[in-house]
Antibody, heavy 119, light 110 residues
């Protein structure tokens, strides 16, 4: 079955960086993109950006552009999201999801990775 | 402030029909298809409806989507206790050149 499995929870200090992984299985990784979506405590869903599984092209949300880098390793069907210069308001659950194109259709989703930024 | 507007809460009793609205504009809902996501407590979101009204396999027919102009709706009929969750609408936004979400609606089954 199609599945995305993310790396475990992280606790970081302000100013540090975090890198979250998302390993895909059950489908051809290069045929779809991966989007990253985060959810702050008690808040809604916020799209962070997208990376092509085919050629690594990226598009980032303007709010975090300059602090985020998304990459893939097609040999292991894994996507990565690195966020730098962490602030307390980056504390959130970070999700990866298979992206079906420019239609805001995400399915399935990874289980989520809790990132806590605290001094 | 979300680009798409949803009511923050909705409620109903078991067996009732509940409708959740999603209002956007000409650059998103008005010109692109709408998807709905269900997020059960403590879990990742799950695609519930795509392309305005299509249901992925495994999603019960009690869930139905519709759209008119720049507004979309998710209807849940025969409400069940396990439907208690947060529901989000999403659509591509041509002006932002990216996907946008509604703020989410918390559904309570009384």
């Amino acid at each position: 079955q199609v599945q995305l499995v993310q790396s475990g929870a992280e606790v970081k200090k302000p100013g540090a960086s975090v890198k979250v992984s998302c390993k895909a299985s059950g489908y051809m990784f290069t045929s779809y993109g991966i989007s990253w979506v985060r959810q702050a405590p008690g808040q809604g869903l916020e799209w962070m950006g997208w990376i092509s599984g085919f050629n690594g092209n990226t598009k980032y949300a303007q709010k975090i552009q300059g602090r985020v880098t998304m990459t893939t390793d097609t040999s292991t069907s894994t996507a990565y999201m690195e966020l730098r210069s962490l602030r307390s308001d980056d504390t959130a659950v970070y999700y990866c999801a298979r992206d079906w194109g420019p239609v805001a259709r995400f399915e399935p989703w990874g289980q989520g990775t809790q990132v806590t930024v605290s001094s | 402030q979300s680009v798409l507007t949803q009511p923050p809460s909705a409620s109903g009793t078991p067996g009732q029909k509940v409708t959740i609205s999603c209002s956007g504009g000409s650059s998103n809902v008005g010109s692109n298809t709408v998807n709905w996501y269900q997020q059960l407590p403590g879990t990742a979101p799950k695609l519930l409806v795509y392309s305005d009204y299509q249901r992925p396999s495994g999603v019960p027919g009690r869930f139905s989507g519709s759209k008119s102009g720049a507004s979309a709706s998710l209807a849940i009929s025969g409400l069940q206790s396990e439907d208690e969750a947060d529901y989000y609408c999403a659509a591509w936004d041509d002006s932002l050149n990216g996907p946008v979400f509604g703020g989410g609606t918390k559904l309570t089954v009384l």
